[in-house]
């Protein structure tokens, strides 16, 4: 580093230290004269700085907000303090927009120097936000590779282990990161699968960046939000079920788009599709989702089966029977 930029960068902390400094006060601390500081402050205005200056005995320096964010010099302490924050604030959904915590956060880390990392990690550990409810346990240096993957369209590699324990490895091309319930989820394009997927990242370990570049494929918000929905979804509900419904897989999956994931095809004509809910009226309103004319069987279990067979046993009498006298107006 040359020794203007030192002196400039010296300046610059100087001036984010105290409110207004005199001319002379500052020549005094740097060890130059007061033309040098009236030229460092030249630069400093040249890098988007906003320094003000007034003449006179009392004049001085100061630094005012401008209409852009201009590079920042923080001490140790400072970073490390920023970046615990922004940790905090990604783990617990603390603000809107993500991706922006997360992508701030792996920029600052990214350039904190290893022992002020470790330092970051530490504390963040110890800081426990209360009156949240956390979810699973999530890596912010995952986090923030995956944020930074998304942000500048990078393939990367993972091992993930599903629900069901089975460990795979996925290469897939980042397209956003979302907090969903106590959760946070990977939408992005699964290479080796051709279509897009979900990841709870709390279950991803070992991000690997290829630097490989792709064109992003476009999503609108509300195809995200749909992804990110189903995938919430997929957790083991108390009452479950497979239908199987006279319907060729690639019909079914035209039909239900996104929530026909997990289907698979019996044979050639026929599909079989999990469905669950918290109780069998949420199992019984997925199933009322088959297309109209389509037959197919479900291994409901009981007791929701009987419940869900009363119920419409029920309904049928209420429609077959004459409908109830109209209001009389007034009552």
């Known amino acids: 580093?040359?020794?203007?930029?030192?002196?400039?960068?010296?300046?610059?902390?100087?001036?984010?230290?105290?409110?207004?400094?005199?001319?002379?006060?500052?020549?005094?601390?740097?060890?130059?004269?007061?033309?040098?500081?009236?030229?460092?402050?030249?630069?400093?205005?040249?890098?988007?700085?906003?320094?003000?200056?007034?003449?006179?005995?009392?004049?001085?320096?100061?630094?005012e907000a401008g209409s852009a964010v201009p590079p920042l010099l923080l001490t140790d302490e400072e970073a490390v303090a920023m970046a615990i924050g922004l940790r905090v604030a990604a783990s617990q959904r603390l603000v809107s927009g993500p991706e922006t915590t997360l992508t701030a956060l792996a920029k600052l880390e990214q350039v904190l120097p290893a022992p002020l990392r470790r330092r970051v990690s530490a504390l963040a550990e110890a800081v426990q936000p209360t009156g949240l409810n956390a979810g699973a346990a999530v890596s912010s240096e995952v986090l923030g590779d995956l944020a930074l993957a998304c942000r500048d369209g990078e393939r990367v590699r993972f091992r993930y282990t599903a629900a069901s324990g089975e460990v795979t490895v996925r290469r897939v091309e980042p397209h956003s990161l979302a907090p969903a319930d106590r959760h946070w989820y990977l939408l992005c394009w699964?290479?080796?699968?051709?279509?897009?997927?979900?990841?709870r990242v709390d279950r991803l370990a070992d991000v690997q960046h290829t630097r490989v570049l792709f064109p992003r494929r476009e999503l609108t918000p509300d195809q995200v939000e749909e992804f990110i929905t189903v995938a919430r979804s997929w957790?083991?509900?108390?009452?479950?079920?497979?239908?199987?419904?006279?319907?060729?897989?690639?019909?079914?999956?035209?039909?239900?788009?996104?929530?026909?994931?997990?289907?698979?095809?019996?044979?050639?004509?026929?599909?079989?599709?999990?469905?669950?809910?918290?109780?069998?009226?949420?199992?019984?309103?997925?199933?009322?989702?088959?297309?109209?004319?389509?037959?197919?069987?479900?291994?409901?279990?009981?007791?929701?089966?009987g419940e869900v067979r009363e119920m419409l046993e029920r309904m049928l009498r209420a429609l077959a029977a004459p409908p109830p006298p109209p209001r009389v107006a007034g009552r």
């Open 1 to 63: 580093m040359s020794d203007t930029t030192s002196r400039a960068l010296s300046l610059l902390n100087l001036l984010q230290t105290h409110r207004h400094w005199p001319g002379a006060e500052l020549a005094s601390r740097m060890g130059v004269t007061e033309r040098t500081v009236r030229r460092d402050v030249e630069r400093l205005r040249d890098l988007g700085y906003r320094i003000e200056s007034s003449p006179g005995a009392a004049g001085g320096y100061r630094l």
């Open 235 to 305: 957790v083991r509900q108390p009452v479950e079920a497979d239908a199987v419904m006279e319907l060729p897989l690639d019909e079914m999956r035209a039909w239900f788009g996104q929530w026909g994931q997990g289907a698979e095809a019996e044979d050639a004509a026929h599909t079989r599709w999990p469905v669950g809910g918290a109780d069998w009226r949420e199992t019984m309103y997925g199933l009322s989702w088959i297309p109209a004319g389509v037959e197919y069987t479900t291994d409901l279990a009981e007791p929701s089966r």
């Open 190 to 199: 699964d290479l080796d699968r051709d279509d897009w997927r979900t990841f």
